[in-house]
């Protein structure tokens, strides 16, 4: 696994190499030489596929040389952009220093040059041979095999999921059909395959059956003689045929036989594109039956939405364990509570559950034991005899190159911890784990390496929006393990839970490149052994939590001297009473995220980070930005409180702006005299006050959010056509806005919050055909102002959810949402009891209702 993060390393100093290329003035012959050596390297780790075990110290060779190469110029280019602030005066002073440095440069690169080439030339001496990749694939089997020997024959917890899958494999026509099982690795997908496949219905249903376990390097020849080998007993004499005959031989057996077959653990689209042709379509009803960790292989297979396997419930998980640990005997009463807080800490995942009642059941049955697994449960299920890591890790080796990094950065969050979708993001893109591509924005990219780790059962869902997009998410604590723990080896992260000490925070701590502290942030950075160097730490993430953490300007100080390098600062819920000056010594900066409770405006310091992408300052009360912000021309992302006001900038227009929230906006905010739009790709804004004339000219807004009294500007040709989510917020909304907002094409997401309606007796009117692309509507906090609301014919076609939450006059739903027929949802919150009735009457059985 090391190669993931080396690779990603390598690609990095090649991206920095080729951006900084033009400030590296004075070692270009130098630069363009390392750049040719990192390409050899990678290279060879292409070659070095699968012969890991046999160039581990090669590859920590070569992770040395590229953190140093990495060090080199990050520490040139601040070097030169703190030369370039100096005035004429100071730039002669130090124009000895600037010689020494450049020469300095100029032979740790070439020192750095000949490393790799020594290294280079040594790989033959590891006998690497290119495609060798026979290693990786008896290291992958063998986990496959230990995985399915951990697997339970006895379900425990699974009843409903079998109902579930059988009644998908009883439903449908009688064509051929596919079914999925999706799930992490180690959920029970095989278990549940296999208490369906010898279920005593299904077994009566059909009358010919074969089970093939598919693993990672598949091949279809041996697939298609194992399916034989179940179907036929004369599949011994078949194994000197070509695959062609072979698929033949299969189709010919199974074309008149209702037939089931499981697939397990599928892991690409590719097997069933090889194999699917052996499987006719007899028109009797037969059915396959695929397992696999990764959701675009149920989704290639079959046009029915996969089965998506939840984890065990703690009763379930409790009684799976205490049935492998006690072999049917009651749990003794002085081992329960112990018990079931392990059980507990499995979260759910059955191959944990196995794994730790195991490790006890061959262990002494008293309390202390059981405690002290309780109370150390990840460093016992990372040593136990199954590698229960290792198993879990076969999904990690699987991901793509450029998939690996960002699975391991969910290692710098705290266990438990509840992870918001668009700031991991925004932290990905700032810690360059996102590939660049010219045609389309990092964010975009960013979504899709997201919704790949969720498509490949590795992260877990915790809330949605409305519209289905995830909001909050989580990952297992053992995969969290696996990402620390890779994470270390590779220097790729390290977390701290508690203060330091001199020989915690040796020479070895300080390479890691990212670090994550959990602990009170105001005790830690003092707990810094003097004179310790941390300027290889490029991510400082800090998540503590104590009451009245805070950081002084001494800690500050010793903040900005030990991680001069940091392109990640991210301060969490500490409180920041004063912001020195010395922040703006942090050239690489790309991301900064602090709480500072009396800074009322962005100080002149602070926008002198060239580099800054994402600023979040939503915790402090910042009330102007002065024309100093608009040199912040790299800044991507800007979060205030709901006061900042933007000044027109002296003709600047910030290009890369693409969220911006909360500011008070003037009348030449978006599109100044000059006729020019200030931020012209800008995707999302929030705006408190003000006036929007010439927001119609921001082609590329898509989320809009608006709170006060500004319903003037909701008018025709004043808000832009690509909008697809608008929210308001005390607009005094009148019925011409709302007739202006029902003609907006493209509009998917409305929510009207605590607003005073300026409409007819409180009625408020959707008319005809308006509203045709509407999916979510909300009406929150409406209180005694919404009173009645009418929908003419031909509105809202394509509603799907509806809340209402604290409408206490409302007391009907329109009669014309019973020809709604894409509504799914309607829930009510603190709503009338006729409310609920009428919608109960109107819609009955059509719709998802709830009331909370």
């Given amino acids: 696994m090391a190669d993931a993060a080396i690779s990603f390393l390598i690609n990095n100093v090649g991206k920095l190499l080729m951006q900084e290329a033009s400030k590296l003035v004075g070692v270009e012959g130098q630069v363009k030489s390392l750049h040719d050596e990192l390409n050899l390297i990678k290279e060879f780790l292409g070659d070095s596929e699968g012969n890991r075990d046999k160039v581990k110290e090669l590859m920590s060779q070569i992770q040395a040389v590229a953190y140093r190469a990495e060090d080199v110029i990050d520490t040139y280019v601040v070097s030169m952009a703190r030369h370039g602030r100096r005035n004429t005066l100071e730039k002669f002073l130090h124009t000895r220093d600037r010689a020494v440095m450049l020469r300095g440069v100029a032979t740790d690169i070439e020192r750095i040059n000949n490393d790799i080439r020594r290294i280079y030339a040594n790989k033959d001496t590891y006998g690497i041979a290119r495609g060798d990749a026979s290693e990786l694939e ?493 040199k912040m021309q790299q800044l991507r992302h800007l979060f205030l409180s709901r006061c900042g006001e933007v000044l027109q900038g002296r003709g600047t227009v910030m290009s890369n702006l693409q969220t911006l929230s909360f500011v008070h906006v003037s009348v030449a905010s978006f599109s100044p005299s000059r006729g020019t739009t200030l931020f012209p790709n800008v995707r999302k804004l929030a705006v408190y006050g003000g006036n929007l004339y010439g927001c119609n000219k921001l082609e590329r807004l898509r989320t809009l959010k608006i709170v006060g009294n500004i319903y003037k500007a909701i008018q025709p040709k004043i808000l832009p056509r690509c909008l697809t989510k608008l929210t308001l917020r005390n607009t005094r909304l009148r019925q011409d806005s709302v007739d202006t907002l029902g003609r907006l094409p493209n509009i998917l997401i409305l929510k009207l919050f605590d607003d005073y309606l300026s409409t007819y007796d409180g009625i408020l009117v959707f008319g005809k055909r308006s509203f045709l692309r509407l999916q979510v509507l909300h009406f929150v906090e409406l209180g005694f102002s919404l009173s009645g609301w009418c929908v003419e014919s031909g509105a809202l076609q394509s509603l799907q959810y509806l809340l209402f939450r604290g409408c206490r006059q409302l007391s009907s739903i329109p009669d014309e949402l019973k020809h709604v027929t894409t509504l799914r949802h309607v829930k009510t919150m603190w709503c009338s009891d006729t409310l609920a009735e009428d919608i109960s009457r109107k819609l009955g059985k059509d719709v998802d209702f709830s009331i909370s």
């Fill in 138 to 630: 008896n290291r992958r089997s063998s986990l496959s095999r230990r995985r399915r020997n951990v697997e339970e024959d006895e379900v425990v917890g699974f009843t409903h999921d079998a109902e579930k899958v059988m009644e998908l494999l009883r439903q449908g026509g009688r064509h051929r059909d596919v079914i999925s099982i999706i799930g992490m690795g180690g959920l029970g997908k095989t278990t549940l395959a296999k208490k369906i496949y010898n279920h005593s219905s299904m077994r009566k249903r059909f009358k010919c059956f074969a089970w093939v376990s598919v693993s990672e390097k598949f091949r279809s020849r041996e697939l298609l003689l194992g399916i034989l080998r179940c179907v036929t007993p004369a599949a011994e004499v078949l194994y000197q045929l070509s695959d062609e005959k072979l698929e033949e031989e299969l189709r010919k057996y199974l074309v008149h036989k209702k037939y089931l077959i499981v697939l397990d653990d599928v892991w690409t689209t590719k097997v069933w594109d090889e194999i699917k042709v052996a499987f006719p379509d007899n028109l009797n009803g037969s059915r396959i039956l695929v397992t696999s960790r990764v959701k675009e292989v149920g989704l290639h297979a079959s046009s029915s939405r996969p089965y998506f396997l939840p984890f065990l419930s703690d009763d379930d998980s409790w009684e799976l364990f205490s049935k492998k640990v006690f072999r049917g005997e009651a749990c003794p009463p002085h081992l329960k509570e112990n018990g079931e807080q392990i059980a507990k800490k499995c979260r759910g995942l059955p191959l944990a559950i196995v794994v730790a009642a195991g490790l006890l059941a061959a262990r002494d049955q008293n309390t202390a034991t059981w405690s002290e697994m309780a109370t150390n449960f990840s460093w016992y299920l990372s040593r136990d005899p199954e590698r229960c890591l290792d198993i879990l890790a076969l999904s990690y080796e699987d991901l793509p190159t450029y998939l690996k990094p960002c699975l391991l950065y969910f290692g710098v969050f705290p266990e438990d911890f509840e992870i918001p979708v668009r700031p991991l993001i925004r932290l990905w893109i700032a810690e360059g784990l996102v590939e660049k591509d010219n045609n389309r924005e990092m964010e975009d990219i960013a979504e899709d390496n997201f919704d790949q780790l969720i498509d490949r059962s590795l992260i877990q869902v915790v809330r949605r929006r409305t519209d289905g997009v995830v909001k909050v998410c989580r990952i297992h604590d053992l995969l969290r393990d696996l990402c620390i723990s890779e994470g270390r080896r590779e220097k790729f992260l390290e977390a701290h839970q508690r203060e330091v000490s001199t020989t915690s925070f040796s020479s070895t701590t300080t390479l890691f490149r990212r670090l994550s502290i959990h602990c009170s942030t105001s005790t830690y950075f003092p707990s810094i052994p003097s004179g310790s160097n941390s300027s290889q730490v490029r991510s400082l993430l800090c998540f503590g939590t104590s009451p009245g953490d805070r950081l002084s300007m001494e800690t500050f100080k010793l903040l900005y001297e030990r991680f001069r390098l940091l392109r990640v600062l991210d301060l969490g819920s500490t409180l920041v009473h004063v912001v020195s000056p010395q922040v703006r010594q942090l050239i690489l900066l790309r991301y900064l995220r602090m709480n500072a409770p009396y800074l009322k405006e962005i100080p002149s310091f602070m926008t002198e980070l060239p580099n800054l992408q994402t600023l979040d300052l939503r915790k402090s009360p910042v009330v102007s930005l002065t024309n100093d912000f608009w």
